[in-house]
C-alpha cells in the first residue's frame, strides 16, 4: 500500500527470523529492506525480469542500518520504504520499522492469540491501522545504480526505468555512507567459496551473503552479550560461485567492529563494513512466555 509516497505494508516476525533468543535478525532486518525496495518498485508496474530482458539490473552500492529496538517472535511491524529523488546516476532508498499498534506483545500467549484471531488480519492492512504505529525499532538507508549489463556501467536514469514511481524527499540524518577505512591489520582471516544456494538472479553472489558472512566470521567471545546496533556496507564488485574469498575481521575500537572481503586470487576488495554493538539488554525485552496474571 501507497501512504504519503511511502510503500507500507505489515509485518508479522516469523520462526524463521529469529535468533535462538527469540529476537529478529539483522540480516532479517537487512533481507526485508530488499523485500520492500523490490515490492514497491513493482508496484509501478515495472519488475525485474522486464528489467533483465532490456540488459539493465538494479545493483546495491551502499547501505547503513540502525536498530532502535530488535522485535521479538510474532510482534507486528509497520514496514515503510521510499525513494528520494536520484541524484545524477545514483539512486537513494530508506527504511523504517515500527512497532505496529499493539505489535509489541507482552507474551507469547498473548501473540498467539493474536495471531489466530481472524479480525486482525482484516484490519493490519487498512490504511489508518498502517497509520498508527507505535515506536521506531529500525531505520536504514541505501545507494543504489542501475547498471547496464552490456557495457556494465551505469544505465541513464528515465521514466523507463522509474514508471510511475514517486518520490519523497525525507531522509536519514548524520552519519550515512560514510566512508570506512581499513585497518593495518586483521585479528581474523577465514578461507570460503561461494556455493551455488550464495548466486543472485543476477548470476552474482546475492548481496546478503557478504553480510552473513561478515557477521558469521567474528571472535566469539567479543560478540558474546552484544547485539549489533549500526552497521555499514559498501559492495565494491560481484563475486562469482567457485571462487575462494577471504573474510576478514579486526576490533577496532570499543564495540566497532571492520570487516573486508577479498578474493584471494589478486587480492581485490569486493565488500566491506563497519559494525557497532550495544549491550543486549540495552537493544532487546526478554521474552514472556505468559502474562504475568496467567500464572496466579
Known sequence: MILDDKYTMPYTVPTTAIDGQYRCTPLT????????????????GIFMPQLQERGLMWIISKQHFEIHEYPLWLDCL?????AQP???????????????????KDSLSAAFKDFDAAERKGIEW????????GALCVRGSTCWVVLNTKTNQPAVLDDTVFGSLTFCDEHLEGRVFAKIPLPEHWEREELFH????????NG???????IRWSLSFMDADFCRGKL????DTNFLISAQYGEELCCRCSHIEDNVCVHSIVRTA???????????????????RPLQVEHETSRL
Open 29 to 44: 532486518v537487512a533481507a526485508l529492506s530488499q523485500d520492500l525496495a523490490a515490492n514497491h518498485y513493482s508496484s509501478t
Open 78 to 82: 509497520t514496514l515503510q520504504t521510499w
Open 86 to 104: 536520484p541524484k545524477g546516476l545514483f539512486c537513494f532508498r530508506d527504511f523504517a520499522y515500527y512497532y505496529a499498534e499493539g505489535g509489541k
Open 126 to 133: 487498512t490504511a489508518d491501522s498502517l497509520r498508527r504505529h
Open 194 to 201: 561461494p556455493s551455488l544456494l550464495d548466486i543472485d538472479m
Open 204 to 210: 552474482h553472489v546475492n548481496n546478503l551473503n557478504y
Open 228 to 231: 549489533l546496533r549500526v552497521l
Open 266 to 284: 589478486d587480492g581485490s576488495e569486493v565488500f566491506r563494513a563497519r559494525s557497532e554493538w550495544a549491550d543486549e539488554r540495552k537493544m532487546a
